[in-house]
């Protein structure tokens, strides 16, 4: 990149743009100044030379916890519509599954999920292994 070119851009956004944002300062260049750069390259530029401030960075979309030290701690239920039988039927599917060990502690197939559905799976899984802590 030659100097001249760095030095016109700079100067532009000091002397005149320096209230707008990268990317109307950008298009600003492209429209009026036929300056042709990437809106990577003019963000780095003004960046490095102190012109705007770095974008914060981004935390960790969905952060990974723990998995709970023993089984029944916590229970997941999870329901899912789709046609699981390739026609035109739908159904959906529950499934109550542990938390510490990914077991499958039931699973079922009913034609719509509902609270009765729910506590139906709830009430097999309470029977077949005891009380749980959370869901």
Same mark, same amino acid.
């Given at each position: 990149?030659?100097?001249?070119?760095?030095?016109?851009?700079?100067?532009?956004?000091?002397?005149?743009?320096?209230?707008?944002?990268?990317?109307?300062?950008?298009?600003?260049?492209?429209?009026?100044?036929? =300056?042709? /750069?990437?809106?990577?390259?003019?963000?780095?530029?003004?960046? *490095?030379?102190? /012109? =705007?401030?770095? *974008?914060?960075?981004?935390?960790?979309? +969905?952060? +990974?916890?723990?998995?709970?030290?023993?089984?029944?701690?916590? /229970?997941?239920?999870? *329901?899912?519509?789709?046609?699981?039988?390739?026609?035109? +039927?739908?159904?959906?599917?529950?499934?109550?599954?542990?938390?510490?060990?990914?077991?499958?502690?039931?699973?079922? /197939?009913?034609?719509?999920?509902?609270?009765?559905? =729910?506590?139906? *799976?709830?009430?097999?899984?309470?029977?077949?292994?005891?009380?749980?802590?959370?869901?």
């Amino acid at each position: 990149m030659p100097l001249a070119q760095v030095e016109q851009v700079l100067g532009l956004y000091r002397e005149k743009y320096f209230d707008l944002n990268v990317r109307h300062f950008h298009e600003k260049l492209r429209e009026e100044h036929q =300056v042709e /750069l990437s809106y990577t390259w003019v963000k780095l530029a003004l960046q *490095g030379a102190g /012109l =705007v401030q770095r *974008g914060r960075k981004r935390g960790v979309h +969905r952060k +990974r916890r723990p998995r709970r030290a023993l089984p029944g701690m916590l /229970l997941h239920i999870d *329901g899912s519509r789709h046609r699981w039988f390739q026609d035109e +039927r739908w159904y959906d599917r529950i499934v109550i599954l542990d938390d510490a060990s990914s077991e499958i502690y039931y699973a079922q /197939l009913v034609e719509e999920e509902s609270t009765v559905t =729910v506590m139906a *799976g709830l009430q097999e899984v309470i029977q077949e292994k005891g009380v749980f802590c959370a869901l």
